[in-house]
């Protein structure tokens, strides 16, 4: 795997895969795949598509990716708000399933530059809610538990547990749990990627109780193993 982009503060995470293949999984980012070389095979919903060299597929949707004898190029945006989807329909592009799939596309590798760019140039990590936006900063940089994280953002941003939790939901289409982990497993890849440090230390560092538990987490997010992921270290900035 080469690693372009890893960047927490835009969420932009940009990676090269040899023949991919997930298990079924689902982030709280907007992923686009482009084929390299040779195709690409996409599962979401138990039906899959076949022969693919383009797809977009929104946050929050479980999918599974096979690319036997096939290079391809990931793109993970944080799309918070719906700068990056009035971006997608002035170009055409329409998610009416939460997925957009192409089996021939010339313009493949320009669309996923501009997309890049798209992402570097605005800010699409912050909600549109102030509440909810405060509470991204406070999950990003404080360190808390799940067991203490409700109560000290209820705290800090006056709502209710049911109210914050309905609110985060319906803001960024996914439990402030499962946000936690995305938050965590961000921050130990980082860590990973720029110290001489294991995942093991690492995952530790950020939370996770053990190996075990941080290996379940990434493949749950990712599809794939830290492990088989991460046995490099090949980034090129």
């Not at 936690?180 to 990973?192: F, N």
């Not at 379940?216 to 046995?231: E, I, Q, T």
Request: aromatic share 12%; charged share 25%; with cysteine.
């Amino acid at each position: 795997m080469k690693i372009y982009d890893f960047d927490i503060r835009k969420g932009i995470y940009s990676f090269e895969f040899n023949d991919l293949n997930t298990e079924n999984h689902s982030h709280p980012v907007t992923e686009i795949i482009i084929a390299i070389e040779g195709t690409f095979t996409l599962s979401i919903n138990n039906q899959k598509s076949e022969n693919l060299v383009f797809a977009i597929i929104d946050s929050n949707i479980k999918h599974q990716v096979f690319s036997q004898s096939c290079v391809v190029k990931i793109l993970m945006v944080e799309s918070n708000n719906q700068e990056l989807r009035e971006f997608f329909k002035k170009l055409g592009i329409k998610l009416p399933h939460g997925y957009f799939l192409k089996e021939e596309f010339l313009q493949k590798e320009s669309l996923f530059q501009d997309i890049k760019l798209f992402a570097q140039k605005n800010n699409l990590k912050d909600p549109t809610d102030e509440r909810i936006k405060k509470c991204l900063v406070i999950i990003e940089n404080e360190e808390i538990e799940y067991a203490t994280l409700i109560s000290s953002l209820t705290s800090k941003v006056y709502l209710s547990e049911s109210r914050l939790s309905h609110l985060f939901k319906e803001q960024l289409g996914v439990s402030l749990k499962k946000y936690l982990v995305w938050s965590k497993l961000r921050k130990a890849i980082q860590l990973y990627l720029s110290e001489n440090k294991n995942l093991t230390e690492t995952s530790l560092q950020n939370g996770f109780f053990d190996q075990a538990h941080f290996s379940n987490s990434f493949k749950n997010v990712l599809g794939v193993s830290p492990s088989k992921a991460y046995n490099s270290r090949i980034v090129q900035f």
